[in-house]
């Protein structure tokens, strides 16, 4: 086919389309909708992937925790209940011990603390308590302010480390250095505030308060009390001789016989990959029977405004026949009519997502991992399958008017 006649097709196609301004507009909202489902969808897992991954990497892809619980769950829940807890000694002990990982330190934790500031209350925080080289952890570094120090850390001294929703919901001028919290009772001092790591999908790492252990143990006693350790391998390619030296000395500190399962878990930022994964699964799942559903209304809709277009213009299709048109140049043009319908319909879509997303990314805080305008990619990609369902719709209409024969055609009467 000549670029004239590419031309021609495409300026015949956009007369039609002006002509019938509404009912082009009509006939396309199946595929705006369709078309909208899509780029949403694309751009949410755009933005979780982001997240993910910038969540996972603050974590620290070379780190694993040794605890009584597993991450994943999944595991039978009598079983974990029933594990002894891993003491505050058996960690000291592995600390001790481990000799490929980088580093390893001594973790406890009280779940659902309560942190007041004068009159103000925050209930549902994770209090840690950890010795100063958890500064060395991805997890430990600080946005404002420092870390508590060895000497801090030896002598039970009342200093904390804010979380970053803990610090921007008590002190939201960003002024927490210096000032006085109350945990159990007991003034501390903020010294630092950690950088902010999460999300709304894992907003959790933001709501703690990181103070020495030593002093956790002076509040909330060590007693009846397991904790965890942290386990920095130094690269993600040393994870897995890590990984069985962690496994071999903790079945030996907890004393568990040969051949017998693991009482405690590894727990990795892998985890919450898997954990994401599932929620990408559900949303393509979805998503995909959403977009599928409109383009089926949409498709059935091109297809019958294209069979009254045919029906419409039959004698014009008898003149242009007469006059030597090609039959493939007839079933052309059709063609390109029908896709620069969805091809309107998905700019219209674009149009409507990108104002959409803008209002989201604006007035709802939480969505921060998502980015305030559509990705490129899911213009072109909105393009292409618009593209597609226009061909498909078009086919069928478009094979009847090539093959109309041009006598009949002349002789049709609207």
Same mark, same amino acid.
């Given at each position: ?24 507009? /009509? ?6 909708? &369709?078309?909208?489902?899509?780029? /949403?969808?694309?751009?949410? /897992? ?61 973790? *406890? ?80 001092? !903020? ?67 040969? &051949? ?28 995909? +029977? ?16 294209? #069979? ?9 299709? +008898? ?23 969805? #091809? !309107?319909?998905?700019?219209? *879509?674009? !149009? ?5 997303? #803008? ?7 939480? *969505? ?9 990619? /899911? ?14 719709? &078009? ?11 041009? !006598?009949? *055609? ?5």
């Amino acid at each position: 086919m000549k670029i004239s006649e590419l031309g021609e097709a495409a300026r015949i196609a956009i007369e039609g389309l002006q002509a019938n301004k509404l009912r082009s507009f /009509l006939t396309t909202l199946g595929v705006v909708i &369709g078309i909208t489902f899509v780029i /949403l969808m694309g751009w949410f /897992l755009n933005g979780l992937d982001a997240a993910l991954e910038s969540t996972v990497n603050l974590l620290g892809t070379d780190v694993m925790y040794v605890d009584k619980w597993s991450w994943s769950g999944g595991q039978n829940w009598r079983k974990t209940m029933a594990r002894k807890d891993i003491t505050y000694q058996q960690a000291l002990e592995f600390c001790k011990k481990i000799n490929t990982a980088e580093l390893s330190l001594p973790e *406890a934790r009280k779940w659902g603390g309560t942190i007041q500031v004068k009159n103000k209350n925050i209930t549902g925080i994770s209090i840690i308590g950890v010795p100063f080289s958890y500064a060395n952890l991805p997890a430990g570094t600080i946005s404002y302010g420092r870390f508590f120090s060895q000497f801090e850390d030896q002598y039970s001294t009342n200093s904390a480390v804010l979380g970053w929703n803990v610090a921007s919901t008590l002190f939201p001028d960003g002024d927490a250095i210096g000032r006085n919290i109350k945990i159990g009772g007991r003034s501390f001092e !903020v010294v630092g505030v950690i950088i902010k790591r999460g999300n709304m999908m894992m907003d959790f790492v933001d709501n703690q308060v990181i103070i020495p252990i030593s002093t956790f143990f002076g509040i909330y006693g060590s007693i009846g009390r397991s904790v965890s350790i942290a386990v920095k391998a130094g690269k993600a390619e040393l994870m897995d001789e890590v990984r069985s030296e962690t496994t071999g000395l903790m079945r030996g500190i907890r004393n568990v016989a040969p &051949g017998e399962e693991d009482d405690f878990s590894i727990n990795e930022t892998q985890t919450f990959r898997d954990e994401v994964q599932t929620l990408r699964l559900s949303t393509w799942g979805i998503g995909i +029977g959403l977009t599928l559903l409109s383009f089926t209304v949409g498709i059935i809709g091109i297809m019958n405004i294209m #069979f009254v277009s045919v029906t419409e213009r039959t004698k014009e299709i +008898g003149i242009r026949k007469s006059l030597g048109a090609k039959s493939s140049s007839i079933l052309f043009q059709f063609l390109v009519e029908a896709a620069s319908l969805c #091809f !309107v319909g998905a700019l219209i *879509a674009f !149009v409507f997502c990108s104002a959409l997303i #803008f209002v989201i990314v604006q007035f709802i805080p939480q *969505a921060d991992f998502l980015t305030p305008y559509v990705p490129p990619q /899911l213009l072109l990609i909105a393009a292409l399958v618009s593209i597609f369902v226009g061909i498909l719709a &078009g086919m069928i209409p478009a094979i009847r008017a090539s093959k109309m024969d041009p !006598v009949e *055609a002349l002789r049709y009467e609207s």
